[in-house]
């Protein structure tokens, strides 16, 4: 019993160090998975005093209104010798012998984190107390349900109270100990009413009965005790806590204790209960039933460890690694970051991830749509045509054919075509661009460091930027290479004119006749869609060549140039993470550190028993 209550106590303190304390977190809460016992009652109902006659000190504040003001997290470990001392979570290592000194750190400790104010605050106290005259077992003392706020609280401290005990009894896991004075109408008491709210069949609740030795002459609280009246699934304990007297009297717990079952076994009402009766049984009982609901979590718990455990490694993996603190192990993570991106970007590009297949669409689609639209007819209307032979053959005809004419009407022809090969470039440049953000999107490591983003992002676009005015350089020079060379086998190919071309005596604008002007502008058509047939291919091995191929193999090259001469404060503004995401991973590191740890703890029982 001792080993599994000491599992959770080690669990719960290793939660309470991490502030996981059942509080609302994207991540999960081993504290919401743990058994707890909280202690739950009205103000003065004498909860303080179960609490003190349970541990055997006398610790806790005292005083009227809101005494306790935080969650009260109280570990008791038995020890078999030594002198009794207590420890607080946030004092590690210093060593409380003296009570009173317990009671005055309480009360510090809660001005800390509200002021000194008598608001309350959600964030737990966590006491530990080592004694030879405890059982092991974990409790958790609320602030006293109340009615009415009193001068220096809000008007909503009744309802914030509330909501806070209801947090934690609400829980499954949780053991309600519900304290009410017999000296009352328990149809009136708080924690029996909240308790019964949260739990109404009682399968979680125990009640506790305080202030029996002052109840009215001729009345007593049997029926309760024996489970007539006001029934629970547990019997109900009464207990009798020392007297005002008794405090003034520095009257200790033991003999304290030792009092109050002199009172059970002399009262002729309940000394047929005293052996079930006093904050000692309680103890022993508590710790029992603890024991036992731990026993029957462990299953559960392995399963949502393990579980746990994967999610927070996921976790971590999708924040990535912490920044390194030197200037080569910086270097170092840049340059593997950029490695990731490029190789996101080139799976774009290759089919593994959409997009690199909207580069064969333009050449597929828009570049022979484009080079059908071209307007050919307005260079080789039938007055354009007569115009550029008649200018090419100068104060006299060609004995034969209109050579220059042709050459002029190819070349003005063959112009038109470069403003689609642009097109093409531009187009081509565009799906790269969109890549180069989509695979920056993609790549998880970039998206924690905001400022090399941006310069990765700025570099890539650069980088495009110059492989797009090479390739259109390319491009272009292909057109020129056609309009500069032309492809004699074509016109050797051609039927030879029989008569000559026109009438010298005719004037200079009627050299030539329809017929032949009109052949003369077929043969250059004929000639002119043999060429954007071979640039309907030509082009887009250029582009490729130039933009697509290029970008796959240097994208970033210029970029780790520029890298290698940076100094270490440099490369650390690259690296300027958001500081959310740093302290999201420091906390998913610490509760993964956590849980593995209870992994590793709740294993050692397992395998103890």
Known sequence: MDTLINLVNKLQKACTALGDFGEESSLPTLWDALPTIAVVGGQSSGKSSVLESVVGKDFLPRGSGIVTRRPLVLQLHKIEEGKEYAEFAHLPRK????????????????????????????????????????????LIDLPGLTKIAVEGQSDSIVQDIENMVRSYIEKPNCIILAVSPANQDLATSDAIKISREVDPKGERTFGVLTKIDLMDKGTDAVDILEGRSHRLKFPWIGVVNRSQADINKNIDMIAARRKEREYFFNSPEYSHLANRMGSEHLGKVLSRHLESLIKSRIPGLQSLINKTILDLETELNRLGNPIAADSGGKLYMIMEICRAFDQTFKEHLDGIRPGGEKVYGVFENQLPSALKRLQFDKQLSMENVRKLITEADGYQPHLIAPEQG???????????????????????????????????????????????????????????????????????????????????????????????????????????????????????????????????????KSVVYCQVREAKRSLLDRFFTELGAKEGRQLGKLLDEDPEITQRRQNTVKRLELYRAAQCEIDTVVWAK
């Not at 009173?100 to 309350?120: L, M, N, S």
């Not at 492809?487 to 017929?515: C, M, W």
């Open 406 to 540: 042709y050459r002029r009407l190819i070349e003005s022809t063959l112009v038109t075509i470069k403003l689609p090969t642009e097109a093409v470039v531009d187009a081509v440049h565009d799906i790269l661009r969109d890549l180069v953000r989509k695979s920056i999107k993609e790549t998880k490591e970039l998206k924690n460091y905001p400022p090399l983003k941006v310069e990765v992002m700025n570099a890539a676009y650069e980088s495009l930027e110059r492989m797009r005015n090479e390739s259109k350089r390319a491009a272009i020079q292909l057109v020129d290479m056609e309009c500069s060379y032309l492809t004699v086998d074509f016109f050797r190919n051609l039927p030879q004119d029989v008569e000559k071309g026109g009438n010298p005596t005719h004037s200079i604008y009627d050299r030539y006749n329809d017929a032949y002007i009109r052949r003369v502008g077929s043969n250059v058509l004929a000639y002119v869609h043999m060429v954007v047939g071979t640039l309907r291919h030509s082009i887009p």
């Open 95 to 138: 060593w409380f012998t003296d009570f009173a000194a317990v009671r005055k750190e309480i009360g510090d400790e809660t001005d800390r984190v509200t002021g000194r104010t008598k608001q309350i605050s959600s964030v737990p106290i966590y006491l530990s107390i080592y004694s030879p005259n405890v059982v092991n077992l974990t």
